[in-house]
C-alpha cells in the first residue's frame, strides 16, 4: 500500500510537473508581427529575383516582422511549358535561394517561407516547392501536394505529405495555392498540431477565397502571400490575407481585378500574431472528429467511375425558413404547408426542411425524449402527405426513438410516399452527445434528379464529410440546419474576390461545403428566436461569374432556386477536383487518434 500512495504520488508530481512545463512553454511564445510579402518575379531572371526577394525580405524584417511569407516559385516566376524550358532555373533545396534568404534570417532573426521550383537532387525530379529557413538557416521544405494545370507539364506531384516545423514562434506548416481547394492539406496541417499555416500561392481568386474556412475548420492563423501583376497574360489579383483562427480577416492587400490594375514593386502586408489564440476551440473540435467514417478519403475512383452521373439534370427546389413553435407539431406542419401553398414555382423536384423540423432544436435531453418519435409517428406521416401532395423528394428531419436510443435523423421520401434513405446524424454537438446516439454512415442516396448527399448544418465544420460527397460524386447536398451562429460566421465582405456578389449573410463554412463537394449546397435553416436564417443555394463557382450564391435574410418563405448539376465545360468542376486528388498522402486523416 505504502508503494502504491509513494507511485501516485510521484505521477502526481510528473503531471503537474509537464503542466507547468507546458504552461511555461506555450507562455514563453510571445506575440509576433507577421508579413505577407506581395513579391513580384520575373521568368529566366533566378538568381535577380533570388536577389531582389531577399531585399524584400529584409524590408519586412526592418518593419519588426518575424515570419515572412513569399509567394509561390517567388525564385523563377510562374509559367514554364516544360522540364526543358525551366531545367536552367530550377534550384536544390538548400541550395542557391536557401542560402541567399539565410542571409537575411540571420542577420535579423527571422522565419521566412518562400516559393521555389526545386530539382532534386537524387532522382532529378522537379517540384512546385516551398523552402522554410530561420535564424539558424535551412529548416526544411514542403512540396506542392495538388497541382494547376500550368505546373503539371514540369513538376512532379508532391510526395513529403504537409510536414509541421516546430519553432520558437509556434508549429508552421506550408501548403501552396492550388491547396486550398482540398481540404485535405489543410486538415493535414492542422491534425500535425500547425499553430500557422504559410500559404505561397500565384491566385487568381479561388485559392484566396478558401483560405477563411480552412483557417476556421482547423483553428489556426494563416498568412498568405500573392503575386500583385500578369505574367503572360496570366493574372495574379494581389489580395494577400492574414486569416485568425476563428476565421477573421487580420489584414488584407487591395484586390487588384484586372492587369491594368498592376503593382510589380514589391510590397507587404503585416498583422499580429496572438499566440495565446493557438489554443482556441477549432482546434479543440479535433476531438469531435469520426476518422472510423471518413475510410473513403482514401479511395482514388478516377478516371473511371460507372455511379457518376454524366447527364446534366435541372433541378428546382424549395427550401424552407420558418420559426418553428416549440412543441408543437400541428402547428409547424400548417406554417410548412402555407409556406409551399405561396411558392413561386409550382413544379419543384426537393423539399428541404430544417434540422428538428417539427419541433425547433432540443434545448435539452428532457426536450429531446418529450419530441422524439416511433419510426412510423406523426412527423414521418406528414412528410409523407407533403411528398405525395407535392409530387416532390422531401427533406425532413426529427428525433427518432429505436431500442431505448434516440437518434437525430433525416428521412428522404419519394413523390410516392416512401422513404428512399434515411441518415442518422454522426457528429453530435455538445448538448446532442448527452442525449443522442451518433451514426455511423453517410447519406449519399440516387433519385432521377442526381446523386443527393445529406449533411447537418453544424457537420460543415468537419470538412471531411465535404469531402466525402465528392468522393461519392454527389450532384447537389442538402443541408438541413437549425443554426443560430454557434459555428462559423459570415464571409468577410471586405475581402472582395468574387466576380459574382456574396449576399451580406453569406456563411464561409456553409460556402465551404459547396467548394469542398464541387455540389451544389440547399441549406434550410430556421429563422426567429436566435435562428439566423440565410437559407438559399450556394454555388459551385461566383468566384469567376459563373453562377450565384441565392440566400434568404431572415423572412419566413419557401425559397425556390433553379441549378444545372453538372457543368462538364467549366474550367474547375467535381470531375477536375477528384482527378487532382493525391488520397496516398491523406492517410493521417482517416486514421488520427481522437
Known amino acids: ?66 515570419l515572412i511569407v513569399a509567394p509561390e516559385m517567388a525564385t523563377t516566376g510562374y509559367q514554364y511549358n516544360s522540364r526543358d524550358e525551366i531545367s536552367s532555373y530550377v534550384d536544390t533545396i538548400p541550395g542557391v535561394a536557401t542560402d541567399r534568404i539565410s542571409e537575411v534570417t540571420k542577420k535579423y532573426g527571422v522565419y521566412v517561407v518562400f516559393g521555389i521550383a526545386e530539382r532534386d537532387a537524387e532522382t532529378d525530379l522537379y517540384y512546385n516547392a516551398a523552402a522554410f529557413v530561420g535564424p539558424d538557416g535551412y529548416i526544411g521544405k514542403y512540396r506542392k501536394s495538388h497541382q494547376w494545370e500550368a505546373e503539371e507539364h514540369w513538376a512532379a506531384w508532391g510526395d513529403l505529405g504537409v510536414p509541421v516545423y516546430d519553432t520558437p514562434l509556434g508549429k508552421i506548416a506550408i501548403n501552396i495555392c492550388m491547396d486550398a481547394t482540398y481540404f485535405e492539406t489543410a486538415r493535414l496541417a492542422g491534425l500535425g498540431g500547425a499553430d500557422i499555416l504559410a500559404f505561397p500561392t500565384n491566385s487568381t481568386a479561388q485559392a484566396m477565397w478558401a483560405l477563411q474556412s480552412r483557417a476556421m475548420q482547423n483553428g489556426f492563423y494563416i498568412v498568405a502571400a500573392n503575386r500583385s501583376n500578369t505574367e503572360l497574360e496570366y493574372h495574379m489579383i494581389g489580395a494577400s490575407a492574414i486569416w485568425s483562427p476563428t476565421g477573421k480577416l487580420l489584414s488584407s492587400a487591395q484586390v487588384l481585378p484586372d492587369k491594368k490594375d498592376d503593382l510589380d514593386e514589391a510590397n507587404a502586408i503585416y498583422a499580429e500574431i496572438d499566440t495565446t489564440e493557438f489554443n482556441n476551440i477549432n482546434k479543440r473540435r479535433f476531438s469531435e472528429r469520426r476518422p ?8 482514388h475512383i478516377s478516371p473511371w467511375n460507372y455511379k457518376a452521373n454524366e447527364t446534366s439534370k435541372q433541378v428546382f427546389a424549395a427550401l424552407l425558413q420558418y420559426s418553428p413553435v416549440r412543441s408543437n407539431k400541428y402547428k409547424n406542419m400548417r406554417k410548412i404547408e402555407d409556406l409551399l401553398s405561396k411558392r413561386t414555382v409550382r413544379t419543384l423536384d426537393f423539399i428541404v426542411l430544417p434540422e428538428f423540423s417539427l419541433t425547433g432544436k432540443p434545448r435539452n435531453a428532457k426536450e429531446a425524449e418529450a419530441y422524439a418519435e416511433s419510426p412510423n409517428g406523426k412527423s414521418v406521416g406528414f412528410y409523407k402527405e407533403l411528398a405525395i401532395a407535392t409530387n416532390s423528394y422531401v427533406i425532413g428531419s426529427l428525433i427518432e426513438e429505436e431500442e431505448g436510443r434516440l437518434y437525430i435523423r433525416a428521412l428522404l421520401v419519394t413523390p410516392e410516399g416512401k422513404i428512399s434513405g434515411q441518415y442518422t446524424k454522426t457528429h453530435l454537438n455538445d448538448n446532442e452527445r448527452k442525449w443522442a446516439t451518433a451514426g455511423d454512415s453517410l447519406g449519399v442516396f440516387n433519385t432521377p434528379k442526381g446523386r443527393l448527399g445529406i449533411i447537418f448544418g453544424n457537420e460543415s465544420q468537419f470538412p471531411e464529410m465535404a469531402g466525402l460527397m465528392a468522393v461519392k460524386r454527389v450532384d447537389m447536398t442538402a443541408v438541413p440546419a437549425s443554426w443560430n451562429g454557434e459555428y462559423g460566421a459570415n464571409i468577410e465582405k471586405s475581402y472582395k474576390l468574387s466576380m459574382n456578389p456574396y449576399p451580406d449573410n453569406a456563411m464561409c463554412l456553409f460556402d465551404a461545403v459547396a467548394l469542398t463537394s464541387q455540389s451544389y449546397t440547399l441549406i434550410a435553416n430556421f429563422t426567429g428566436n436566435s435562428y439566423m436564417g440565410g437559407s438559399g443555394k450556394y454555388a459551385l463557382d461566383p468566384l469567376y461569374g459563373l453562377d450565384f450564391v441565392e440566400l434568404l435574410n431572415k423572412e419566413e418563405k419557401a425559397f425556390c432556386v433553379k441549378f444545372d448539376t453538372l457543368h462538364r465545360e467549366w474550367w474547375f468542376n467535381q470531375e477536375k477536383l477528384i482527378g487532382g486528388r493525391s488520397p496516398l498522402l491523406y492517410k493521417p486523416i482517416i486514421s488520427s487518434i481522437k
Open 1 to 66: 500500500m505504502k508503494n502504491l500512495k509513494s507511485s501516485s504520488f510521484f505521477l502526481l508530481v510528473v503531471s503537474v510537473f509537464f503542466i507547468l512545463m507546458t504552461a511555461t512553454a506555450e507562455a514563453a511564445i510571445k506575440p509576433f508581427l507577421a508579413a505577407a510579402l506581395q513579391f513580384n518575379p520575373v521568368l529566366y531572371e533566378r538568381d535577380k529575383n533570388i536577389n531582389d526577394l531577399a531585399k524584400a525580405v529584409e524590408m519586412a524584417a526592418v518593419r519588426g516582422a518575424k
Open 292 to 299: 472510423e467514417i471518413y475510410k473513403d478519403i482514401a479511395l
